[in-house]
C-alpha cells in the first residue's frame, strides 16, 4: 500500500520541472580520522555506503502516480545504489569557488522519477584529508523541519568505526496516537475546516482592506514584489556560493538590539542584495520582500512531511542607516508573525498553497517575467547541532543547506547552525547573475556595519541604490 501524502507534499512533485527542480540538498565538508590515505579511505567507505542497499521509509519509495498525479509512495523491491550513492574526483577539495560551481551543476539537474527520491554524493581529490558530501532530497519527502531531524539522527557524537549505519538506512521509531472514534474524527474534521475557512476568510478580507488603503498594517499584498534580474521566469542553471558565519555575534548582536535572530540575518541580507543589484545598475523606489517559511509544528511536534506556510514580508527601504533599516524589518517583520499568530495553522497553509499556486501557474505559462514576485528573496534559519557530530568516524566540519527555487525567481537563501557557525548555502538562477560570491561577501559586510552601527550612527551605506521619490515643492515658499 502506498504511504499518503498530504497536498502540500503532492504541490512539490507537480511543481517539478527540468527548469525548476524540487529538490533541497545541502554541500557537507568532513575531515578524515588520523592517518587515514586521502584516496583508499574516500573509496572504501563509497564502497561501504554502498552496500547498505536495504532501505526504509521513505527511502526506499518511489512516487505512486496516476497520469502524473502522485497517490502516494511506495516501496521500490530493488534499490540502485549506483544511481543513489555515487563517487567524484575534483582537482582540490579546498577550492570553495571551484566546489561551489561543482555542487551548482549537480544542483540544477533533475532527478530520476522512476526511482526513490534521494542521492549521496561523495566528493574527494586524493591528497587532502578533507572530502565532501553533497545530499540531495526531493522536498515532497520532507520540509527543513522534516529533513534535519532525520539527518541529525544519522550521524553520532563520537566517531564510530564499526557498527555505525547511514540515515537512508535506519528504522525510525514511530509512535502510534490511540486512533479515536470515526465519528469523533468526522466531527473534528469538519470542526477544523470551518475555523480554516474562516481564518482564510479573516486572511484575504484583511489583505483586501490592505490594497485599498483602509487597514496599511497587515501582511504585504501577495504579488506585489519589485521586479529585479533575478525575479522571474526561472530557468535551467544555478549559481551557489557558501559561507560562514559566527553565530554568537548574531545572538549577542540580537541580545543587544531586542531583535530575533532572524531579523538580525533579514537586515544584512537585505544590504547585501541590494549592494549585488546596485552593481547591476538597478535603483530601487520602493521596498525589496522576502518569502518567510513559518514551522506550523507545535513545540515537540515530530510529524514528518511538509507542515510551512510561506508568506512575503516587507523589508526596509530610504534609511541608509543599516540599525534603523533594521528596525524597518523588526516592524514589518513582527506584522506578519502577528497574523500567523492569529490564524489556524490550517489556514495559513492554506493560504500559501493558494498564492504559491498563482506563481506555479505563472511560471507554467511562462509569464513570470511578467508578473511582479510575491518576494526577492527566501531566507530561513535552520537550527542545527550545537557540538561537532560524526559520519561514521569522520568528523563533520560544516553543513551548507541549498534549497530549490521558488516560481518567480530570486534568491534563496538558507542557513544551519552548527557547532557555533551559521553555515549558509545561496542559490538562484545563474540566466542574468552569473555569480552569487559577491553577495556573501556582501552579506558579510553588511552584518560586520550592522554590528558597528549600533554604537556609531555615522554610519551609511552609500551604495545601496536606492532613491526616494522627490517630496512635491510646497505653494507656501519663504523667500
Known amino acids: 500500500m502506498a504511504k499518503t501524502l498530504s497536498f502540500l507534499d503532492k504541490s512539490f512533485w507537480l511543481a517539478d520541472s527540468d527548469a525548476n527542480p524540487k529538490h533541497v540538498a545541502c554541500l557537507q565538508r568532513l575531515e578524515m580520522p588520523e592517518g587515514a590515505d586521502p584516496v583508499q579511505y574516500v573509496v572504501a567507505l563509497h564502497a561501504e555506503m554502498q552496500s547498505f542497499s536495504k532501505a526504509c521509509s521513505p527511502f526506499n519509495c518511489r512516487v505512486k502516480a ?10 521500490v523491491k530493488n534499490m540502485n545504489m549506483q544511481y ?3 563517487l ?14 561543482f555542487v551548482a551543476r549537480m544542483h540544477e539537474s533533475r532527478m530520476d522519477p522512476d526511482k526513490p527520491l534521494w542521492q549521496y554524493h561523495f566528493i574527494y581529490d586524493g591528497v587532502s584529508r578533507q572530502y565532501a558530501i553533497y545530499i540531495r ?13 532525520w539527518f541529525q539522527a544519522g550521524y553520532m557524537s563520537r566517531p564510530k568505526q564499526q557498527g555505525f ?9 514511530r509512535t502510534r496516537k490511540p486512533r479515536e472514534k470515526f ?27 490592505k490594497l485599498v488603503h483602509i487597514n496599511p498594517h497587515y501582511m504585504p499584498v501577495p504579488f506585489s514584489g519589485t521586479k529585479t534580474v533575478l525575479t522571474g521566469q526561472v530557468k535551467e542553471g544555478r549559481a551557489v556560493a557558501t559561507m560562514d558565519l ?18 538580525i540575518l533579514l537586515c544584512a541580507f537585505d544590504i547585501g542584495v541590494h549592494r549585488l543589484l546596485q552593481d547591476h545598475g538597478h535603483v530601487f523606489r520602493k521596498a525589496l520582500y522576502t518569502n ?19 508568506v512575503p514580508v516587507q523589508l526596509a527601504h530610504g534609511d541608509q542607516d543599516p540599525y534603523l533599516r533594521l528596525r524597518q524589518i523588526i516592524i514589518n517583520h513582527r506584522i506578519v508573525k502577528y497574523a500567523a499568530q492569529r490564524a489556524t495553522p490550517g489556514a495559513f497553509s492554506a493560504y500559501t498553497i493558494v498564492i504559491q499556486f498563482f506563481a506555479q501557474l505563472f511560471e507554467w505559462c511562462h509569464v513570470s517575467d511578467w508578473v511582479k514576485p510575491i518576494g526577492n528573496i527566501l531566507v530561513s534559519n535552520i537550527p542545527g547541532p550545537k557540538d561537532y557530530r560524526y559520519f561514521k568516524d569522520s568528523k563533520l566540519l560544516s553543513c551548507y543547506p541549498i534549497s530549490t527555487m521558488t516560481p518567480g525567481g530570486g534568491v534563496n537563501i538558507t542557513l544551519m547552525t552548527y557547532a557555533g557557525t551559521a553555515n549558509v548555502g545561496l542559490v538562484c538562477c545563474n540566466k542574468s547573475i552569473k555569480s552569487l560570491q559577491p553577495l556573501a561577501e556582501y552579506f558579510s559586510e553588511a552584518f560586520d556595519m550592522l554590528e558597528a552601527s549600533v554604537d556609531d550612527p555615522s554610519l551609511s551605506i552609500a551604495d545601496i541604490g536606492e532613491h526616494l521619490e522627490q517630496m512635491p515643492i510646497s505653494i507656501v515658499s519663504e523667500h
Not at 138 to 149: A, E, I, K, P, Q
Not at 292 to 310: D, Q, S, V, W, Y
Open 137 to 149: 532530497v526531493h522536498h515532497m519527502y520532507g520540509d527543513g523541519s522534516t529533513l534535519v531531524r
Open 246 to 263: 559566527d553565530f554568537t555575534r548574531v545572538k549577542a548582536l540580537s541580545r543587544r538590539t531586542r531583535a530575533s535572530a532572524n531579523e
Open 66 to 75: 496516476l497520469f502524473k498525479y502522485p497517490l502516494g509512495l511506495q516501496p
Open 183 to 209: 465519528r469523533t474524527r468526522l466531527w473534528q474534521g469538519i470542526w477544523n475546516n470551518l475555523l480554516m475557512i474562516r481564518d482564510l476568510s479573516v486572511i484575504f478580507i484583511r489583505l483586501l482592506l
Open 88 to 101: 567524484h574526483k575534483v582537482a582540490d577539495i579546498n577550492d570553495a569557488r571551484a566546489m561551489d560551481s
Open 165 to 173: 549505519t547511514p540515515v537512508w538506512a535506519m528504522k525510525r521509531q
Open 84 to 86: 543513489h550513492v555515487q
Open 292 to 310: 518567510m517559511p513559518i514551522n506550523l509544528r507545535k513545540p515537540g511536534e515530530k510529524t514528518t512531511g511538509n507542515k510551512i506556510a510561506i
